[in-house]
């Protein structure tokens, strides 16, 4: 029945996901919970974000894939207020994609964006220090210039102004090559440098950047 509603064009993911799981196709049966993770995060249904992620895993996604699930749990758990799920989701999910991709650096960013909510300093200065010597080498990806603006947010909210200082200076050296085709990257750089002018006590300059 999935194969025929596969074929026949079906773009349902949680009725394709279904069919593959009942027909005892979970491997398939996960990419589809996958993508219905997706849909239900871009929808705002955070629920439904983890109730499938929690389905693709449990018909045993492993590798990149169970790394991709727990990203949208990570997310979803975040959006929540759930951070310390979302804060050992985003790490599970680290340990699992490639060290420079996209989705690593956005479960890095996650992680960060939960230990400042939980108010722990110790754990976000490990992950500031491990973003830190990812970016010794340059910042070539948005996700990884986004990551380094979320964390630069967070320690200047603990009032580590030296330490976030160093964060935008990567941001800086990056920034315009990347930000150039893509706003939202733009504007999350643009509130970085606004939040750190406020901080400083510079309001007319975080306006403007705001």
Known sequence: AAEWLEAMGESDPV???????AGNE????????????????????????????????????DGEVRGRLLLRKAEARRWRGEYAEAERHAREAMALLGRASTRHFRALAEAVEAASALGDEPRLRDLVTLLSQRSQNGVSTVAHLVALCRAAVALLRTGDYRSADGLLAYVDDASHSLTASDPNASGTVHAARAYRALVHGDSALALSLY
Request: hydrophobic share 50%; proline share 2%.
């Open 26 to 61: 979970p491997k398939r049966a996960v990419v589809f919970w996958r993508r219905a993770a997706a849909q239900a995060l871009e929808g705002s249904d955070l629920e439904a974000v983890i109730h499938y992620a929690d389905r693709g895993i449990a018909c045993g996604a």
């Open 15 to 21: 009725t394709m996901a279904s069919h593959f799981q």
